[in-house]
Structures are given as structure tokens and as C-alpha cells.
């Protein structure tokens, strides 16, 4: 899957010395807060959105002003994002290539967190070979293998417990590398020395994630279920969900439960992360209108959220694009 969203995000130091420890996770980057935001509300009409309330919505997740225009810009440099400028106004929204992936993304976060559907016991590898000085496509080739729930064993051997899909063939045919690619099941060693397969990724540090997300959100569903959150927490609660529940299919892209410790916290997280996203949504998608309204004078009919059924069930794509900005 391409994502919008860059894979240093949460493997940051993900280059020519691979690390296991995924160590950002302690807060949403701007640029990150940003696309979600975005993709929660406008993602099927691609509407229009006033900078000035951008601003003002990211703010209120702790974005300084300069900190969101920054960022903004940052996007519609990557092509993330389109603006378009009336008079001293300008509106933003997601770039068509980008709402596709992140439509595409939606459904690959909730259906790779779901349970796994039983192991059949073997691994995939890939195997690749490119000298240090191809420094940008090491990174290209270790990115996409991120994407797709690989982990490296070794430094150029890297694997995953799924088998790849045609599709998964294909875009990593396009990489420049020597690669090959089998499946198989590992050999018993009677040996100190064995690395285990599962040994590619930190499993108590992913335990710890899963452990801090249920820790920061788990107290804020009697209040959800109250209906006691109002419209700007809403708001802010929903994004911050999102950007960060995100990231754990590629911490943990549907490890082997059998070979997980008892009591593992993938489905309890998601549950809470349901709860959550869907909980809020009426409520956050008004204040987002209300803030749009504030700004550019009237709501934009083509703001409008999603729950996570929504977006397992395909209907979360973009349709529509709003053709009249909004201006702010």
C-alpha cells in the first residue's frame, strides 16, 4: 500500500542500519494530525477547506499556527494536499491520489488488526542485495517491505508470516534490487545461536504500545458513551485515535497468535479504537462544520465522517470533488 503518511513516521531510524525498537510514539506530528483530519471529514467529496479553520482545527490538537502552516505546506509539496488561493484566502483538500490510498488505507488498518485467520506455519523472505551507496533505494525497497509487514531478520534478509499477494509482487518488482523471494517453514537448530523468525520484531515492545494506547483511551469511554465529550475534544480525541491506532498494523501486521504471549492486546486495542472513532463521530463532524462556518461563512455540504463500518464496507472513497474553495 502507498500511504501518504511516511513509514519514518514510525520507524524513524528505518535506513542503513535497520532498528527493531520502533521508538516514536510519544506524540502526532503535525503533518500527521493533518491528513487524518482531513481524511475523517472530507475524504468522499474531497470538499474544500479553509486554511484559516485548518489552522484553527489543528489547534486545537496542540498544533501551534506556524506549526499547521508549515505542515500544510509540507503536504502540497508532497502532493498530499491541493490548494487554491481567492483573493488573501486560501482552502486546502486532499489530492485525489492521496484520498484513494488513504480510502485504501482505512480498510487495510481495520481488516489487518482484526483476528488472524489461522497460520499455516510458514514464512515468507526476501532476500536482496544493493551496495550502501544506493542509499535512497535501500530505504525505497526497506519501506515498502514495512508496508507490507515485513521485518528484517538479518539486514538483507527480511520477513513475514503472509504470503505475498500478486499485487505485493508487483510493487516490489518495481524497486530497483536484486531480490528473491521463497516461502517456506524454518529448520530446528539445536543451537544457542538460532534466531527464531518471530526474533525480527521487539514483541515486548510492541506489548508496551498496545499497552500505552489502552492506557491513554480506555478511560475516556464512559464519557464517549455519555455523550459527555463535547465538540472540540471530539474532534481532537478522533484524530489523535486515528493517527496513532494506525500505525500498529506495520508495529504488528498480524503476527501469529500462537506464537504470541497469552493475553495479547491486539483485539482489546481495536475494540477501544472502534469505540472511540465511531463514539465521536457525530459530534466531531458538527464542530468541524461549525468551524468551517466560522471561517468562510457558511458549512461546507461535503463535510462529513465515517464509522470504521463505513469504511470495511468500501463506501468510504472519493466520489465527488466540491468545486467552489471556501475562502479563509
Known amino acids: 500500500m502507498h500511504s501518504p503518511f511516511a513509514i519514518e513516521e514510525i520507524f524513524p531510524d528505518d535506513g542503513d542500519h535497520p532498528v527493531r525498537l520502533p521508538r516514536r510514539q510519544a506524540g502526532s506530528s503535525p503533518q500527521g494530525l493533518a491528513v487524518t483530519l482531513l481524511a ?31 505542515a500544510i505546506s509540507r503536504l502540497v509539496r508532497r502532493g498530499v494536499l491541493e490548494g487554491s488561493r481567492q483573493g488573501r484566502h486560501s482552502s486546502y483538500r486532499l489530492s485525489r491520489a492521496a484520498a484513494v490510498d488513504l480510502a485504501t488505507g482505512g480498510r487495510w488498518i481495520l481488516t489487518a488488526t482484526a483476528e488472524a485467520t489461522p497460520w499455516d506455519g510458514c514464512w515468507t523472505l526476501v532476500a536482496f542485495s544493493l551496495p550502501k551507496e544506493r542509499g535512497t533505494q535501500r530505504r525505497a525497497l526497506r519501506g515498502q517491505l514495512r508496508w507490507l509487514g515485513f521485518a528484517p531478520l538479518y539486514d538483507g534478509l527480511w520477513i513475514s508470516p503472509h504470503a505475498l499477494t500478486p499485487q505485493d509482487q508487483g510493487r516490489l518488482g518495481q524497486l530497483t534490487g536484486t531480490v528473491t523471494v521463497f516461502r517456506g517453514r524454518p ?6 545461536t538460532n534466531r527464531q523468525p518471530l526474533d525480527a520484531w ?33 474532534v481532537r480525541a478522533r484524530t489523535e485515535v486515528m493517527d496513532t491506532f494506525r500505525r500498529f498494523p506495520t508495529l504488528d501486521p498480524r503476527l501469529p497468535i500462537e506464537l504470541l504471549p497469552p493475553g495479547w492486546l491486539r483485539e482489546p486495542a481495536r475494540e477501544v479504537f472502534v469505540a472511540v472513532y465511531d463514539g465521536l463521530a457525530a459530534t466531531a463532524e458538527q464542530h468541524v462544520r461549525t468551524t468551517v462556518a466560522r471561517v468562510g461563512g457558511h458549512a461546507h455540504p461535503g463535510i462529513r465522517s465515517h464509522l470504521t463500518t463505513d469504511i470495511l464496507a468500501g463506501t468510504v472513497r472519493p466520489t465527488t470533488a466540491a468545486s467552489t474553495p471556501l475562502p479563509g
Open 187 to 192: 529448520a530446528d537448530l539445536d543451537t544457542l
Open 202 to 234: 521487539d514483541v515486548p515492545a510492541i506489548a508496551r504500545h498496545y499497552e500505552t494506547f489502552l492506557r491513554r483511551w480506555n478511560p475516556l469511554l464512559p464519557q464517549v458513551r455519555a455523550g459527555q465529550v463535547d465538540g472540540a475534544e471530539a
Open 40 to 70: 475523517d471529514y472530507t475524504l468522499r467529496n474531497l470538499a474544500w477547506i479553509p486554511s484559516a479553520a485548518l489552522v484553527a482545527l489543528l489547534a486545537e490538537s496542540r498544533v501551534t499556527p506556524t506549526g499547521a502552516r508549515a
